[in-house]
């Protein structure tokens, strides 16, 4: 129990409020995240991604990509979001959950590009590629078929996104649902420090 003339100061609130989130239902979303104060524009990490997909049956095309500005830059990958558009929009179930991530299931895309208009951040499309008809060793014709162009968080290498790896400047980061509380919570501290100094001064200010 508090004592009944304790103060509670906006730094004690900012943290009591963080705690009851963190004891709240968790969601499991795990997201490649770019820093703009380190981003340099030099790409290294879309040439990453083009190497990992430059494979048989897959589409050698970034599943990121850059944006500059004047000021700064960044690239922008999926989100793989909790309650995601591109899975609702998707009519073939191409795109669907797989535990902390949104996946593809490539083979199931009809290139409508319905998830591409869903997505709100840009960071999916559709490409077109030509594909062997096979009977055996015998190749009978070619044939176009729909690729998905989206991040899958390199799923299949237990090191992580090639992308996080590849950067020079550690400006991409793989986060979680945590690490983005945790990132807010070290935000809202210095807000609220910067208030608790703010009220001292004008305190002073006043005596």
Do not use: W
């Not at 729909?146 to 968080?153: Q, S, T």
């Amino acid at each position: 129990m508090k004592e009944e003339n304790a103060i509670e100061t906006p730094l004690q609130e900012v943290e009591e409020s963080y705690t009851k989130t963190k004891l709240g239902e968790k969601m499991s979303s795990k997201c490649v995240v770019a820093d703009p104060r380190l981003c340099i524009g030099c790409k290294t990490c879309m040439a990453a991604c083009i190497e990992k997909h430059d494979v048989t049956g897959d589409a050698a095309v970034p599943r990121l990509n850059l944006v500059e500005t004047i000021r700064v830059s960044a690239p922008i990958a999926c989100h793989h979001c909790v309650d995601a558009p591109c899975v609702n929009a998707c009519p073939q179930g191409a795109l669907y959950y797989d535990g902390d991530r949104v996946a593809v299931s490539m083979e199931r895309c009809i290139g409508c590009r319905s998830f591409v208009m869903a997505c709100p951040y840009g960071a999916c499309d559709v490409v077109s590629r030509l594909e062997p008809v096979m009977f055996g060793d015998l190749i009978l014709a070619d044939k176009t078929v729909a690729k998905v162009i989206k991040c899958d968080l390199c799923a299949d290498e237990p090191e992580g996104p090639r992308c996080v790896r590849a950067c020079p400047t550690n400006g991409l980061r793989l986060v979680d649902q945590d690490d983005l509380k945790d990132m807010a919570l070290k935000r809202r501290r210095v807000a609220a420090e910067s208030y608790e100094s703010m009220m001292d001064s004008t305190v002073y200010a006043l005596v």
